[in-house]
């Protein structure tokens, strides 16, 4: 793979040099010298105090009172770091990712950007980023960093995140850290706002998303928030703002300034970053009444879901990818069983399915279509030798419930999701550590049904042991109640 995309750690310091704060940037042009970053850590420094994040317009300098001093921390290319000083050009909003956010994460969820026991970003301040021109840095041979189009992404495609955590806090240790996952979820005009389980901290906002591409890494993304949360649920998933967006939305900033940019060239645009199936065609969303789930169709009139899902009684409707269709609950395990899992029969075939790994409708529920988290398999608990549950690292979030638990390696489906983790002694849920069942359990009954059509195939699921009881109670036996 090709070398990193050059990012760096910003640091603001009031007019009196007192700390203030810092983010991390990517250094997109050398000639002229242009570093962007997320505009979050100007706050301090409004006039107009918040309220000036609800406009519409590019704020000028003066619009920050004073403006503090900026400059840029990078790596030197003998080893150690450099700190060049740096101007703010203007602090620009992007429209499309503004309208992404408002469609994807409403108000009513109740979302918040930062550590659980900050305050973390205000919310009105995610679409805005700033330019800032490094004069020190200019290059009479540099170019652009090669950028790609978030419209070509795909969900599950594999990406790398590069970022400062804590941003210029300590660049000798933490500078241009990298970290890998895949694409989670993508909303807003060519894909404005793209979500990825790459880990992230505090200060990496600013830093940039890369893919690769045939002829090496291209940026694709900024970082607009590391840590989100929904409710009380850490959510582990990364905010991002295609960078083609800020660029739109920034034209007349840089048109004033003199600056052009450089097209992205015809046969990168032409050329989807990712290649292969359509990692959506196993799920379905599950919806009975109020209560929404995910499911896995495992045949076109078939699907597993989990009990909890549709045990509202309320009529039952299933959307594949491309139908809304009614189904029924042909078995659901009784509440006493430690499987939580339901077989609905659709009314109409469901059509053609791929088999690819996905989750379901967790995180941003059904705003934005089906999610995708990748991650390991962390554990398999086993009673008399054989797997009775799952442990994945996969980001798992209220929605997922149902969803398929796919090997990335074969396409083979492993399990159903049932739940993420939860401490009822600190109130805190942790959505990388989460349980599945395993489809061993599921398919020789799911056979005997197809054969048969008795639902009774699957009372089994009914009469477990005590151990695999206590397993999923998640708790040992004998021993006090499980916190979990």
């Given at each position: ?39 979050a850590v100007f706050a301090p420094f409004l ?172 940026v694709v993304a900024v970082i607009a928030a ?56 196993w799920t379905a969303l599950v919806e009975c ?196």
């Amino acid at each position: 793979m090709a070398a990193v995309p050059p990012c760096c750690a910003v640091r603001v310091r009031g007019a009196d040099g007192g700390g203030h704060g810092g983010c991390s940037g990517l250094v997109l042009s050398r000639r002229p010298a242009l570093v962007l970053c997320h505009a979050a850590v100007f706050a301090p420094f409004l006039r107009a105090g918040p309220a000036a994040w609800a406009g519409s317009a590019a704020l000028p300098p003066a619009a920050l009172r004073p403006c503090p001093r900026l400059s840029v921390v990078l790596g030197a290319e003998a080893g150690g770091l450099r700190e060049l000083d740096a101007r703010l050009l203007a602090l620009v909003p992007c429209a499309a990712f503004r309208r992404a956010l408002e469609r994807g994460l409403g108000r009513a969820e109740r979302w918040r950007f930062g550590a659980e026991d900050e305050v973390g970003t205000d919310p009105r301040a995610l679409p805005w980023f700033a330019w800032l021109r490094v004069p020190a840095l200019d290059a009479a041979e540099g170019g652009w960093a090669a950028r790609a189009s978030a419209g070509c992404l795909r969900k599950g495609q594999a990406l790398l995140a590069c970022g400062s955590p804590f941003g210029d806090l300590c660049p000798e240790l933490f500078l241009n850290t990298l970290s890998r996952g895949v694409v989670s979820n993508l909303a807003g005009e060519e894909n404005a706002l793209v979500l990825t389980d790459a880990r992230c901290l505090p200060g990496t906002e600013g830093g940039a998303a890369f893919v690769p591409s045939p002829d090496g890494s291209r940026v694709v993304a900024v970082i607009a928030a590391s840590f989100c949360w929904k409710g009380a649920e850490w959510v582990g998933l990364t905010l991002l703002c295609s960078l083609a967006a800020i660029l739109r939305s920034s034209a007349g900033v840089l048109d004033e300034a003199g600056i052009a940019v450089p097209p992205v060239p015809a046969w990168v645009a032409a050329v989807p970053a990712s290649s292969g199936q359509d990692p959506l065609g196993w799920t379905a969303l599950v919806e009975c009444g109020a209560t929404w789930g995910s499911g896995v169709l495992l045949a076109p009139r078939m699907l597993l879901t989990c009990r909890h899902v549709v045990e509202a009684r309320a009529p039952l409707h299933v959307t594949p990818p491309a139908a809304v269709l009614r189904g029924r609950v042909v078995f659901a395990t009784e509440e006493s069983s430690p499987f939580d899992v339901a077989v609905v029969e659709l009314e109409e075939n469901a059509g053609r399915w791929e088999e690819v790994s996905v989750v379901g409708f967790g995180a941003l529920g059904r705003a934005c279509g089906p999610s995708v988290t990748a991650g390991i398999l962390s554990a398999v608990v086993a009673v008399d030798g054989r797997p009775v549950m799952l442990q994945t690292t996969c980001a798992v979030h209220g929605g997922s419930s149902g969803g398929p638990l796919v090997s990335s390696r074969s396409g083979s489906l492993m399990g159903i999701v049932a739940s993420n983790t939860r401490d009822t002694g600190a109130g805190a849920t942790y959505p990388h550590l989460n349980f599945c069942i395993p489809i061993t359990v599921l398919q020789p009954l799911v056979a005997r049904y197809r054969r048969t059509g008795d639902p009774d195939a699957f009372a089994g699921l009914n009469r477990v042991g005590e151990e695999v009881r206590a397993t999923w109670q998640l708790q040992q036996r004998p021993g006090p109640p499980s916190k979990l």
